[in-house]
Structure formats: C-alpha cells, structure tokens
C-alpha cells in the first residue's frame, strides 16, 4: 500500500488561507490503514477547520481515491455541498489528490498528506518499505528480498564494507540487507545464485512518467 | 619500475593515501605529497571520502603525476551515474593516469552533505566491468570509441567483515571482474589476516595489506565501536595506553612498522598500503623503522 504521514498543520493553514469552504476527501484503503485519510481522521480534521473558522461543506472517504472515474461517480452524492466549495482537501497519497485534481479543474485542490512509499503493514500502523517500484525485479535472484530498497546504496552484488555483525552501517537497528540475502539463500538451496554477477540495472525502466495499458493481451509500457 | 611493474615484481610494494583538502589551499597537502616523493609505489588519491565534500581525486592525482608520483585514482559510484563515471576515466587516461581503484563509496548518511541525492547507478563489481570494457575500446553500452583506455584497476575487500562469507563471495566477484589487485580495510591481528591470506592466494590478483596509523587509545577504541570491520585487538589499545598521552603516537608508528616488517619477512602479502589519516608526514617515519627505507 502507499503510506502516507499526514503534514504539518499549520503548513496547510498557510496553503488555504484564503479559501473557506472546504471539501474533504478521504480514501478507504491505504490512507485509511495508515490513519491519515479514514473516517475518524476526516471527522477530526473537520473540528480542526471548524475552530479555525472554516466551513466544512462536506466530507466523504472514496472507497478507492486513485480510482478517477469510480470516485468521480461516488461523488456524484454530493453534488450541492460541491458547489458551494472553493477548496477540497485530498486526505489520501499524492495519487488521490491528482484524481481531485481531475474531477475539479476550476477548485483548488490541496494535499493533507505526505507521500512515502509503498509498504507492507508489519503490525497496526507500523509499515515498511519492502519494494521500490524500479521496473524490473530483483527478487528472482535475491531470494525474494529486494537489495534495491533494502540496501541503502541499493547494491545488486553483496554486501559493501560496513557489514556489522550483520547490520547495515547506516544505522545497528537496521539488518543488512545482503546478509539477509545470503542466509536466505543458503538456507533455500540457492547460494549459487550469489556467485553471478549482476549486471547494471537498467533504470530507464523507472523513468517517469509511466502508464500502462494492461487492457490489450500483450502489456505494453509507454514512457 | 611502476606500479603495475612493481606488483608484478618480488619487490614489497608500499602505497599510503593522500586526502585532498576541502577548500583550495593544498599548500599543506603538496608538502605531505613531496614528503612521500620517491619512497612509495603509487600513492592513492582519495573520492569525498567519508562522503565528505573535497577536491576531486582527478584534479590531485593529475598534480601529484606531475610532482612525479605515480597516483592511483580512487573511484567511488556514490556521486556520479554511469555517464559521469565513464567521462571521467576517460579523463583520467588522457591525463596520463593509469591506475584505478574501484569502489562502491561511503554513503551520504556518513559524511557533511547528508542531504543529498546519492547516485550509485552502478557499484564496485559492476564499475570493475566498466574499466575493462574501456581498456578493450568500448563503453559500457558497447559502443565502440575512438582510443581505448590502459587502467590497471583494483579493488577493496575487508577481511574482517563480521560475517565474513558474503564478503568474499562479493571479492571473487571482483576478482571475476577484473581487479588486478586489492588494498584491504585495515588489519591489526596479523594471524587472522594470514587466514583471510591462505584463502586470497588461490586467486591470481595481488594484495595489499590496508594499515590505519594508530595515534591513541581513544582512537583504537572509537574504530572498533564505529567503523565496521576494523577490529584493534586488546593488546595493541594496551600498548597505547602503556606509552603514555605524549608517546602514543609513537607507540602507533611502532605498531605499524612492527605488523609491516613481520608482513614482509614471513612473505603474508604482497605489500602494504599506508593509511595515516591526517598524519601523512609520518608515513616515512614508519617506513623506516619496518626497515623499508
């Protein structure tokens, strides 16, 4: 999921200090898991606006917030309260606020929250970073851990020379990622696999901005 | 005789470091350089080391070839993409620079511009491929250029790594790759690194046995809190201690020159690359009494 920390209160004053009807927008997956965009966030931040003297014309937590034409369609509900809105509030990632960005081309649209990456939930609101969308996977050869995010120089041929009793230089709470990678594939049979060498990763396959048409049989990405 | 030459000799071979200075008064740095002159093999010029911003190792190398010594360029993946780091090399041959050092580089987290973008498009075993593809007349991609380059390209390798196994899968790798030689992180227990030695000597490269020039208690024991795999054993931080705050410095230059006689009389390596950190005017002086000089 996309993980989301919600930004500093009085930054986002400053961004809607001229406006004073607000709109809000939450998402009912990621930003809900986080607790940055779910119903009892979208109530507090409606009490938060109220005591700053805003007027909060509605609220609503989209069931997918990146989904454009299925939002567009739950909004349809709430058509009035939209009109008397000149500023709708976006509580999911960045992809939710562009789909806003979408549906209202004549509001200002503004973002409640920061962006972070895309996590795995290890306990409730504890998240991190597994994958790093790079466009071509590792994992094939890593033992299914991924030394591009797990390794903070992203090292795709063993460990550098800061291994310390097996954690990362960067910081002793953190493992490092090819001693995991090696026990791994030791303990799966596969330790072979860390003798070839890899070869430079071709990151043009994480150039943005993407898209993908998945609807045709064959996948074709277009940068 | 040259580096390489050297090497490929029975003769011991010594390196030692030179940092370029952040800034761009090198009055100091010249002086420690000509200090070395005439004593070393090669002399490596150190990248931002510790991540921290200084003069480029290409422009010191190319000033220290025209003092007259014989540098080798130090290269690391942290600051520049694979464009960057081609450009460079071929720079550095035009420039009459013939010996590289390939090395992933000390990530941002350690040095003064914590901030910044780190590059590492490419690593050490990967940027090994890269000097041989240009010392073959093609880049990276293939493409055919115009003049080939002629580096003679090494490498790192930590012998005390903690575990030590993926360590050397990742130096045969290099070794694969094409490092011609090896400069260790630096080594204080001499019967280990004999070990790390019997193992290492089934590969045909050359190895230099890394020393960092002890100059306190305090220091020994801050590197074996804070720099991974560099481990100062108990006796050595004892004799420190025993020499007392004034002697402490020379009791390191002691130790230094007694692990390089002992390295070089029972045959363990094939030399030994000085590591002084700040104190490169001693090198000599550890130099002479491991008798080299």
């Known amino acids: 999921m996309i993980i989301t920390k919600k930004r500093d209160i009085k930054e986002l004053m400053e961004n809607i200090k001229n406006y004073k009807s607000i709109f809000l927008i939450g998402c009912s997956e990621c930003a809900t898991l986080c607790g940055t965009g779910g119903e009892p966030e979208l109530q507090a931040m409606k009490e938060t606006l109220e005591t700053e003297g805003k007027k909060v014309t509605g609220s609503f937590v989209a069931k997918t917030g990146c989904q454009i034409l299925g939002t567009k369609v739950e909004l349809k509900a709430f058509k009035d309260a939209l009109a008397e809105t000149d500023c709708i509030l976006v509580m999911s990632c960045g992809a939710g606020t562009q789909t806003a960005v979408e549906l209202f081309r004549d509001t200002a649209v503004y973002p409640t929250n920061d962006s972070l990456f895309l996590g795995n939930m290890t306990r409730i609101q504890m998240f991190d970073q597994r994958c790093s969308l790079c466009g071509k996977c590792v994992l094939d050869k890593t033992g299914g851990i991924c030394p591009v995010t797990a390794c903070p120089k992203g090292l795709l041929n063993g460990p550098c020379g800061g291994t310390n009793e097996g954690k990362c230089e960067i910081s002793p709470d953190m493992e490092c990622a090819w001693v995991r990678i090696y026990n791994r594939l030791k303990r799966i049979g596969q330790l072979e696999e860390m003798k070839k060498i890899a070869e430079p990763k071709d990151w043009s396959a994480a150039n943005t901005p993407m898209s993908l048409n998945a609807r045709e049989k064959k996948e074709e990405v277009k940068k | ?293």
Not at chain 2, 164 to 188: C, D, H, R, S, W
């Open chain 2, 1 to 293: 005789m040259n580096f390489k030459e050297a090497l490929n000799s029975e003769k011991f071979v010594v390196t030692a470091e030179v940092g370029p200075p952040k800034g761009t008064d090198i009055k100091e740095m010249l002086h420690d350089a000509e200090a070395l002159k005439g004593k070393l093999d090669a002399v490596n010029v150190t990248d931002n080391q510790s991540a921290v911003m200084r003069i480029n190792s290409l422009s010191i190398c190319k000033i220290l070839l025209d003092m007259g010594h014989e540098p080798i360029l130090q290269m690391t993946c942290r600051d520049r993409n694979r464009i960057g780091l081609q450009s460079d090399l071929l720079g550095a041959s035009v420039l009459g620079i013939r010996n590289v050092l390939c090395m992933t580089g000390d990530h941002p987290n350690a040095g003064d511009h914590k901030e910044t973008k780190a590059v590492y498009d490419i690593e050490s075993v990967q940027l090994l491929r890269v000097v041989d593809s240009l010392n073959n007349g093609r880049d990276m991609m293939g493409n055919e250029m115009k003049g080939a380059t002629d580096f003679f390209q090494g490498a790192v390798v930590t012998p005390e790594a903690d575990p030590v196994e993926p360590q050397l899968m990742k130096f045969e790798k290099k070794v694969a790759a094409g490092a011609n030689f090896f400069q260790t992180q630096a080594i204080y227990d001499i019967g280990k690194f004999k070990e790390f030695m019997t193992y290492a000597r089934k590969f045909p490269v050359k190895i230099l046995a890394g020393l960092v020039l002890l100059k306190s208690a305090g220091m020994a024991n801050y590197m074996n809190k804070f720099v991974p795999g560099i481990k100062v054993p108990q006796d050595l931080i004892d004799e420190l201690k025993a020499a007392g705050k004034g002697n402490a410095l020379d009791a390191g230059i002691n130790i230094a020159a007694r692990h390089i006689k002992q390295l070089k009389e029972e045959d363990v390596c094939d030399g030994v690359h000085i590591m002084a950190i700040g104190a490169e005017d001693k090198v000599p002086l550890i130099m002479e009494r491991a008798g080299l000089l």
